[in-house]
């Protein structure tokens, strides 16, 4: 039993929750409100409020579901690398599985229920099948009997949630259009989204493989994963200099390029630090994914600022 799980209640559940992850979905959901933003030509705070009570819920959801299903291959990593993970929610006496278990789907009916609630409340009546929709490419990710993030589709599955369902849910709710020209930044957003898929299966490649779980990296190794991430970030970066050239010309270029330059910043420092993330190495490979999800998200972010400016000076 880890230090951890003999702290109070709360303080295990924040634990549980994993907040240094939330980026991963609270970045596409700013991402798609300003697109939603830009294509509407305005603001609506309630639509801010349906899309964050959507994916707070969400990602509550996938976070304690993910550790539930993962249970058995994390009781492997901690076997096999004692002192060489973070202590794992239900393998080190964390929190019971079944109170996750719970607990997720709990927040799984909250993120459905904010979805066809908004979808009242808005009048966007694709709203809370587009909310269904998210919640059952999940539960395809993570639970039986699909469970395809144990059968090599895992980071597909990863790149259309984070990469289109999150922001596409976000921006119809502030637009109230399915398809505005702004989702041009989606494409690239999808690239990039892969990539991070991809480089989080680094970290688990023997013990998912021991556990039988196909992921990139226990299928084509550590050296092949890397090189597909370090080929997809500049694609996704290029990705939206050319989205923003077809839609808007130079001055769509000029407004992106703050983003895109930013990206390729951090994504050289990725670069650097790709030769030393091999297979056990996981300092090297926590330093390589945080270069990544430094290009990822503020270049994110730098593009939703980009598409609110380009509201205001229309």
């Known amino acids: 039993m880890t230090a951890l799980a003999r702290r109070p209640a709360g303080a295990r559940w924040l634990y549980a929750l994993k907040p240094a992850s939330w980026p991963k979905l609270l970045t596409p959901c700013l991402l798609g409100q300003a697109i ?9 705070a309630r639509a801010l409020l349906v899309g964050a009570a959507f994916t707070l819920a969400g990602l509550c959801f996938i976070v304690l579901l993910n550790d539930w299903g993962d249970r058995e291959v994390d009781r492997l990593k901690r076997a096999m690398f004692p002192d060489g993970c973070s202590p794992k929610t239900i393998a080190d006496g964390i929190l019971p599985s079944a109170a996750l278990l719970r607990a997720g789907l709990a927040c799984g009916a909250a993120a459905l229920l ?28 993570t639970l039986p009997p699909l469970q395809l993030n ?47 898929a991809l480089a989080s299966t680094l970290s688990d490649e ?26 997809l970030v ?11 050239w077809l839609v808007a010309g130079a001055r769509g270029v000029a407004l992106i390029a703050p983003a895109v330059g930013v990206g390729f910043f951090h994504y050289r420092a990725q670069l650097h630090s790709s030769a030393a993330a091999i297979t056990n190495a996981f300092a090297a490979q926590g330093r390589y994914k945080a270069h990544l999800h430094r290009a ?11 598409l609110v400016v380009q509201w205001r000076i229309a």
Do not use: H
């Open 36 to 44: 939603g933003v830009a294509a509407a030509g305005g603001f609506d």
């Open 114 to 141: 904010a979805a066809w609630l908004g979808a009242k409340w808005l009048q966007r009546p694709l709203l809370g099948w587009a909310g269904l929709g998210g919640m059952l490419v999940f539960c395809a990710y």
């Open 150 to 196: 144990y059968r090599g589709g895992g980071e597909l599955l990863e790149m259309l949630g984070v990469g289109f369902v999150l922001p596409w849910f976000n921006a119809y709710a502030q637009a109230g259009a399915p398809w505005p020209r702004e989702l041009w930044v989606l494409p690239g957003f999808a690239l990039l989204a892969l990539a991070s």
């Open 206 to 231: 023997q013990s998912d493989r021991e556990g039988g779980k196909q992921t990139s990296a226990t299928r084509f190794g550590n050296r092949a994963t890397r090189l597909a991430v370090d080929g």
């Open 234 to 244: 500049p694609a996704g970066l290029l990705a939206w200099a050319l989205g923003a």
């Open 296 to 306: 990822i998200g503020q270049g994110a972010l730098l593009t939703a600022a980009a």
